[in-house]
């Protein structure tokens, strides 16, 4: 359940201390529980642990190449 709490509050972009702030435990406990999603989600970083969300919450997405929002392709103009 904390992990869940901590999962919900980095994917909002808290920092460690914000999150240990919000729900009134330590850095350290943070830094434990974020450790251990990592872990379980078999990612190395945040940034990581957040796409593997996003992943999750929208399937479709994930098969895609991103794509360059405003960006026209030059060659057409040629």
């Known amino acids: 359940m904390r992990e ?6 980095l994917l909002q972009g808290c920092t460690n201390k914000e999150i240990a702030r ?9 830094r434990d529980h974020v450790s251990s999603l990592l ?3 078999r990612v190395k970083t ?5 796409a593997r969300c996003v992943s999750i919450l929208l ?3 994930s098969n895609r190449p991103p794509t360059s929002v405003g960006l026209r392709n030059e060659s057409a103009h040629i």
């Open 59 to 61: 399937p479709g997405k």
């Open 39 to 41: 872990r379980k989600s």
């Open 46 to 50: 945040r940034v990581e642990l957040m």
């Open 22 to 30: 919000q729900l009134r435990i330590s850095d350290y406990t943070v």
């Open 4 to 9: 869940q709490e901590v999962l919900g509050l």
